[in-house]
């Protein structure tokens, strides 16, 4: 009896040997598997580090150009054509109308993108800048930026129709705010015409200016008409149009905003 219990304890001891003998070499073995791990783990960590103030510089650029855009989100990109006309105020004297180069060379510039009959630059200008010789136009062209231009053509004195509204749509890609002026518009036998006024021209008269901004300004969605009854009329050709250097100059879509809230 004994010694089957001795032997029996020796075989337990022998098992308890092995067992720990496994245990032993399992945890030798296991080492190379941890270090790699913890290498995993590292290099985890370093790849995050990088990641996260790349992520928050770019996330930061981002909203820097959100806030700058903020007021018109909509009208980017602008619309092809857009060129800041440079600030040159010298005058010179086309076809018998004065204007400022700034005009001159904006003028030029919708002739470009416009590209029809109507010689905007030139034979078609019915009244330039720095003239207050029109009582019709409300002191507009009293200063610089303000243009007026014949949609007739030159033989038969007809309505060139067809040109107006490519016409008015490239002198507003070139940065004028400009109107058609129907026939009587202005008052009983005013010529038909286009109305013209430089965004930005640092020489407008005040008129021109409330032409773009005031009440029954561009800039709102009106003809820069004033009315009897006060209630500014609808542009008829699409609402503003904005370019960049138009909203780095100060001005913006003012349509949902009422003249007393602006500044
Ligand atoms: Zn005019």
Redesign the pocket.
């Known amino acids: 009896m004994n010694k089957r219990r001795s032997s029996l304890i020796l075989i337990i001891f022998l098992l308890i040997l092995v067992l720990l003998f496994g245990v032993i070499v399992i945890v030798l073995l296991s080492p190379t598997p941890t270090p790699t791990q913890t290498a995993l783990a590292t290099r985890t960590l370093t790849v995050t580090t990088t990641d996260t103030p790349t992520t928050t510089s770019t996330g930061t650029t981002t909203s820097t150009a959100t806030i700058t855009f903020t007021p018109s989100p909509t009208l980017f990109p602008e619309p092809k054509g857009c060129l800041q006309p440079p600030e040159d105020y010298s005058r010179l004297q086309v076809d018998g109308h004065w204007l400022n180069q700034r005009t001159y060379a904006m003028l030029q510039h919708a002739a470009g993108i416009y590209n029809g009959v109507i010689d905007v630059s030139g034979n078609a200008l019915t009244?330039g800048n720095y003239t207050d010789s029109?009582p019709l136009?409300f002191g507009?062209?009293a200063g610089g930026g303000?243009v007026?231009i014949s949609v007739l053509d030159r033989t038969h004195w007809e309505i060139l129709y067809d040109e107006i509204d490519p016409l008015i749509r490239a002198l507003r890609i070139a940065g004028f705010a400009a109107w058609l002026r129907e026939y009587g518009e202005l008052n009983p036998g005013s010529p038909i015409h286009i109305?013209a006024i430089a965004i930005g021209d640092a020489e407008l008269s005040y008129a021109a200016r409330e032409q773009l901004t005031g009440q029954y300004g561009y800039f709102r969605g009106y003809t820069g008409v004033p009315t009897e009854d006060g209630i500014p009329l609808p542009d008829r050709h699409g609402g503003p149009i904005l370019c960049r250097w138009m909203i780095d100059l100060g001005y913006q879509d003012l349509r949902q905003i009422t003249p007393e809230a602006a500044p």
């Open positions: 009244q029109e136009s507009t062209h303000a007026d109305h």
